[in-house]
């Protein structure tokens, strides 16, 4: 297994006719220096990996090897038990070429949860039995190491440094010895940078909106003016606004009204009454899942992930209590939808669970499918009951988690609404109309698992803010006008990215996978190209610096169409329809050829001689 941790939980599971060993994440690498590979002159790409040496946690990978092979040699069978992604597949390999494990005696297991059913049941796959329960890996072989997914976490590691290694050397040599460039690193700094230029050129635009305080029986109500005889036609009272602008563009303008309208009568011209559903969203994918503890935690995806992989491996003795949290897909198994209706029907009664159970697709572009959505092993496991065994930390996350998945069981919750169209006249003649809506939570449905009560009216909120509750009217009431008021507004700039739309944006572009989405920021943030100001992330002038040089130079490889679709061929390796030689000789020529064309052109800039990064791979390190 990869963790030390987890090697622990699943020993007490497994019992005494198992030796448990931590690999502690990765046994070999690509070396610390070059490609990597055989020879790039020549198109073979072939990895000469070593065995690391873990200096952040103090661990010689070679005695871990050692360790992992002389216990080999002793057993049975050796089980290969890392996580159930290609990263994990890999590591899975490598320990098998690095420790001489021969093939006839290796048995690759894959489970997605570490509780004593789940490791059961996919120790009984994995040696051609059957368990009820058991996950459905879909083309994996049971047993076996899926070579195709090596093969693309070998390519990816590889691209990498085709990439990184060129590009870092390119710009330190033009910017700083302590910069850096990357496939998928350069692209999100670039997303950050030319947000903020957007922001930077942004004119506002200025815009009034007119506000009446009415009454109705002592009960007051606000409403805002949608339309008006004089308003331009095409203009829009919201932004963003069309071609004519706004329809109230200045303060004078909104003064003429307001005067207007506070000598005007007010009555109810229309009520619609209605109701409205809001459905539960999916269970949390990785990218869902660091999106909602940036924003709603105020966590670091890094940190929460960190949290996440504790409550996935065990906390104080117990089985794990969440699902595998790399993943990008929304599946739920079965079982788990079953056991989930059963504790939803049991704690809130049956109206809270819908006739079918909720299915969900994934709908993000380059979805692997590779297993379930983030979601608590045991459904009936609430957060209350683990307050004695989890951090404060830890029982935030686990939270998050238990609410997302149980609310995604649960029926719609309803709103009643009321939609009120109101005409202001002056003199008789019509000088406006005005809008005001509400909607009241009558039944909870999937909001229950969020806390929220139908009958504590104060505590109602959903997406859209609180709103206001309306007095009963009718078509033709006569109101009572208390004030009128015009309020100026600005358009606003696009907003800077922060960690959780910064994964939104890659995710959407199909730009990195589960398991590099924290380390994005991270790297971005320890080469000083970006610094984080409350949740925006701001690019710093060596950001700025960095980017335009590569954008100048380096465009089509650090931009976002050429990194998502390779992340697409990396896909296709995955599947097996690519050949992972095939995709590295197709890229290395057209590559290496534009990254001498941009050196000569930085060059020439400079009115310095050029020298090609890309055959400097001998006599530089990274």
Do not use: C
């Not at 029982?395 to 998945?405: A, E």
């Amino acid at each position: 297994m990869e963790s030390p941790t987890k090697a622990r939980t699943v020993k007490n599971i497994l019992g005494d006719d198992y030796e448990v060993i931590a690999s502690v994440g990765h046994v070999r690498d690509l070396p610390p220096y070059g490609y990597g590979v055989e020879s790039v002159e020549k198109l073979d790409f072939t990895p000469k990996y070593v065995v690391v040496k873990d200096k952040r946690r103090g661990v010689d990978k070679s005695d871990v090897v050692a360790d992992i092979a002389k216990a080999a040699k002793h057993a049975t069978r050796v089980f290969l038990s890392t996580d159930p992604d290609r990263e994990g597949e890999a590591i899975a390999w490598h320990i098998k070429e690095a420790a001489e494990i021969p093939d006839d005696k290796v048995t690759r297991v894959v489970f997605h949860e570490i509780t004593k059913p789940a490791i059961e049941a996919a120790f009984a796959e994995a040696t051609g039995g059957h368990v009820d329960g058991a996950a459905d890996h879909g083309r994996r072989t049971p047993g076996k190491i899926d070579m195709d997914l090596v093969d693309a976490q070998q390519a990816r590691r590889v691209l990498d440094r085709l990439i990184g290694f060129p590009l870092t050397w390119f710009v330190q040599k033009k910017v700083s010895r302590g910069a850096s460039a990357g496939r998928v690193q350069s692209v999100a700094l670039g997303l950050i940078v030319k947000r903020e230029k957007e922001i930077q050129s942004f004119r506002a635009v200025e815009y009034w909106s007119i506000h009446a305080g009415l009454e109705k029986a002592g009960r007051g109500f606000e409403a805002e003016l949608a339309n008006f005889p004089a308003m331009t036609k095409g203009a829009s009272m919201r932004p963003p606004f069309r071609a004519a602008g706004p329809a109230i563009p200045d303060e004078s303008a909104a003064n003429s009204l307001a005067t207007t309208f506070n000598r005007s009568e007010f009555s109810v011209a229309s009520v619609t009454k209605g109701e409205k559903r809001r459905g539960p969203v999916p269970p949390f994918t990785t990218s869902t899942f660091q999106q909602a503890a940036v924003n709603r935690l105020g966590m670091s995806a890094a940190r929460a992930m960190g949290i996440a992989q504790e409550l996935y491996e065990g906390v104080n003795g117990q089985s794990g209590l969440i699902t595998y949290m790399r993943t990008d897909s929304v599946s739920i198994s079965p079982i788990a939808r079953r056991q989930a209706r059963d504790w939803i029907s049991g704690a809130w009664g049956n109206q809270f669970i819908p006739d079918k159970e909720r299915v969900y697709a994934t709908r993000s572009k380059g979805a692997q499918e590779a297993h379930e959505a983030i979601r608590p092993t045991d459904p009936s496991a609430m957060p209350e009951s683990l307050r004695r065994v989890l951090s404060a930390d830890q029982l935030r996350v686990y939270t998050l988690i238990w609410q997302r998945f149980t609310a995604s069981q649960m029926t719609d919750a309803r709103y009643a609404t009321m939609a009120v169209e109101i005409e202001a006249r002056d003199n008789g003649a019509l000088a406006g109309t005005f809008r005001a809506s509400a909607s009241a939570l009558v039944f909870e449905g999937h909001l229950k698992a969020y806390g929220a009560d139908v009958n504590d009216r104060q505590a109602e909120e959903d997406e859209e803010g609180v709103v206001t509750a309306l007095p009963e009217l009718a078509q033709g009431d006569i109101l009572t006008r208390k004030a009128v008021d015009s309020r100026r507004h600005q358009t606003e700039p696009p907003p800077r990215y922060t960690e959780a739309s910064l994964v939104r944006a890659l995710e959407e572009e199909g730009i990195g996978r589960p398991s590099t989405y924290a380390s994005i920021v991270q790297t971005v943030m320890k080469r000083d190209y970006v610094e984080r100001q409350g949740r925006a992330l701001v690019p710093q002038e060596l950001g700025f610096i960095v980017h335009d040089l590569l954008e100048q130079h380096m465009k089509k490889y650090v931009d976002v169409p050429f990194t998502g679709e390779m992340e697409k061929e990396l896909d296709e390796v995955a599947a097996g329809e690519r050949d992972y030689d095939t995709v590295l000789r197709e890229f290395w020529p057209g590559f290496k050829k534009e990254l001498d064309e941009g050196e000569a052109s930085a060059e020439k800039q400079q009115g310095k001689r050029p020298t090609s990064a890309a055959t400097s791979a001998t006599r530089r390190t990274s």
